[in-house]
Each structure stands twice: as C-alpha cells, then as structure tokens.
C-alpha cells in the first residue's frame, strides 16, 4: 500500500506500536474514578455558587418610603384600604 | 484473556499497519499519526461491545480512522488561525520537516499539493490513490454517495495538476 508513499517510520516502530497499542485493554479496563470526581466537586461547586447568589439576592433590605408609596400605587390599592389597615 | 481483548489484540496486528498508512497519507506528519493511531484504538477499544457487525470490520475501522483524522485536521486549521499561521505554511510543515520523508523534489511537491486540498477532497484522493481503494468502498466508509466522490475527486486531480505545473 505505501508503495507510492514517500515516507518511511523509524525502525522497528511497527513492532513497538503493536505492543504499544495491545496494552490500551489494560489501561482502559482500570477503573478512573477522575471522571466521578470532576462531577462531583463540579456539583458542589454549583450548589455553592447558586447558595450564595440566591442568600444574596434575597439578603433583606429596608424598603425606603418611595418603594412602598410606588407600590400601593401600582397595585391600586385604594386610600379607603389603606385607612381600613391602619385602623386595623 | 477475555474474549474482547483477545479480538482487539488480533485487530491490532492485522490492521495497525495498513491503518498507520490510510491515517499517514491524510496528516502527512510521522509523530501526528502515532498520536492519532492512539486515539483510533482507543476509539476501537470503547466501540467495540457495541460493533454488531453490520458493516465489515474494514469498512467499521477505516471509518473510525477517517473520522479521527478529519476531526484531527479540523483541530490544527483552528489551531494555526488562532495562532495566525497561514494555511500555507502549514501545508509546508506538512512535507518539509518530517525526518521520514523519502521522496524526490516531484513526490514533495505532489505532497504539498496534496497537503493544500480541503480535507474532504484530500482524503478521498489519497484513498483512491493511495490504497487503491474503490469509490462503493470509499462510499461505505465516509457516508458519501459516489457520485459527490466522483466529483470531488476529479477537482482534487485539477487541482493537483495546476498546482504541479505553476
């Protein structure tokens, strides 16, 4: 087949690729807990990362007035409900 | 030794050669195709419980081969234009460095033209030429209807021969 082929390999290389490539069973048959691993640092990485973002996110802050007056404007709550829940 | 292992160490020493070359006559490069003669078995290796025989084992490894070695071509253009390599210079480093080059000023220049195909038209030139093998076989390996080979082979061959005679 390589007559045509201009090239050449190294001596003796056919021999070691064939005694190269007999050991790949070995090699994969071995157990590789890398790929588990990798999973699950990337798992506890993501909940870490989504525990922080959404305690942040969520982190409590005092609403100013305007908030709130911008609110029981929107949601047209009326001055009648909001005598009502004072009163309350 | 399990049954598979004892198939697989057959293949190896039935077809690692031929293999070596159908992947050489593509990449060019000696130390790209021991690497990726690497890759294509452990490809062969996982594949293996899941090969029903459908096709032949030929046809079932030059087709893993093939797809390893586009991919591996498709790899290093990415790499040279991220590095601002001209695609010239890297069909050059194909034929001029390679300690394991044996041929005359024609056949490095056959080479080269070679080298500077699109990937497709390169690999079924060098399947046809090279291994001698049919377009229906060509065929069964890459997916491709003989005619489009047909076609892609006679732009390659243009191609080739415009480039040997400029």
Same mark, same amino acid.
């Given at each position: 087949m390589n007559k045509k082929l201009p090239y050449s390999t190294p001596s003796g290389y056919f021999?070691?690729?064939q005694s190269r490539l007999s050991r790949i069973p070995a090699?994969?048959?071995r157990f590789n807990f890398v790929p588990y691993l990798a999973l699950a640092v990337s798992f506890s990485l993501l909940v870490l990362?989504?525990?922080y973002i959404l305690t942040k996110s969520t982190a409590s802050q005092p609403a100013s007035d305007e908030a709130i007056i911008e609110y029981l404007i929107d949601s047209g709550t009326t001055l009648a409900q909001l005598e009502n829940a004072v009163d309350y | 030794m399990p049954e598979q292992e004892k198939y697989f160490n057959d293949l190896v020493k039935k077809y690692s050669e031929p293999l070596y070359w159908h992947v050489r006559a593509m990449v060019g490069s000696h130390e790209d195709t021991d690497d990726l003669l690497?890759?294509?078995f452990i490809k062969v290796w996982n594949a293996m419980p899941r090969f029903r025989g459908d096709s032949d084992v030929f046809t079932w490894l030059w087709r893993i081969a093939t797809n390893e070695t586009l991919s591996h071509l498709r790899k290093a253009r990415v790499r040279a234009a991220l590095s601002f390599v001209r695609i010239d210079t890297e069909a050059e480093r194909i034929s001029d460095p390679d300690p394991y080059f044996d041929g005359n000023e024609a056949l490095r220049a056959l080479r080269k033209a070679i080298a500077s195909l699109p990937d497709k038209q390169r690999l079924v030139f060098t399947m046809r030429y090279y291994?001698? =093998?049919s377009y229906e076989q060509i065929s069964e390996i890459t997916g491709t209807s003989v005619g489009a =080979?047909?076609?892609?082979y006679h732009i390659a061959y243009e191609k080739i021969k415009q480039h040997l005679t400029e």
């Open positions: 021999d070691s690729l090699r994969r048959t990362i989504g525990n | 690497q890759e294509i291994e001698d =093998l =080979l047909k076609a892609s």
